[in-house]
């Protein structure tokens, strides 16, 4: 059983840095990570692709945070991630997911959802 859990969202002022983090882990299983990736969503829009660790191809950031926001990851697994967000905006304010590319040996390789953290920009 895989299962991504995010954490580090709250409020904070414009201009202002989070952090946030995502992991990925398994119950016993060993297993590998190929993606992380970072998503928001704003209620009433489509979630949208923010910024994309890739095994083979690196860090990617999406054009409407690029420059303000950075993506990496820790460990030699890469099974956790994070997302720096400076300069923060108040159109920024959604609720930001991990989404993780794993593979394990009893599942195979599939995708795997957090369940969110909300992240809101307001003074």
């Known amino acids: 059983q895989v299962q991504v859990a995010e954490s580090g969202g709250g409020l904070v002022q414009p201009g202002g840095s989070l952090r946030l983090s995502c992991a990925a882990s398994g119950s016993g299983s060993r297993l590998w990570v190929n993606i992380m990736e970072w998503y928001r969503q704003v209620q009433g829009k489509e979630r949208e692709l923010v910024a994309r660790?890739?095994?083979?191809?690196?860090?990617?950031v999406q054009d409407p945070v690029r420059g303000r926001f950075t993506i990496s990851t820790e460990g030699a697994e890469n099974t956790v991630v994070y997302l720096q967000m400076n300069d923060l905006r108040p159109e920024d304010t959604a609720v930001y997911y991990c989404?993780?590319?794993?593979?394990?040996?009893?599942?195979?390789?599939?995708?795997?959802w957090g369940e969110g953290t909300l992240v809101t920009v307001s003074s």
């Open positions: 660790y890739t095994k083979t191809g690196g860090a990617a």
């Open positions: 989404r993780a590319n794993v593979y394990t040996f009893s599942t195979g390789s599939n995708y795997y």
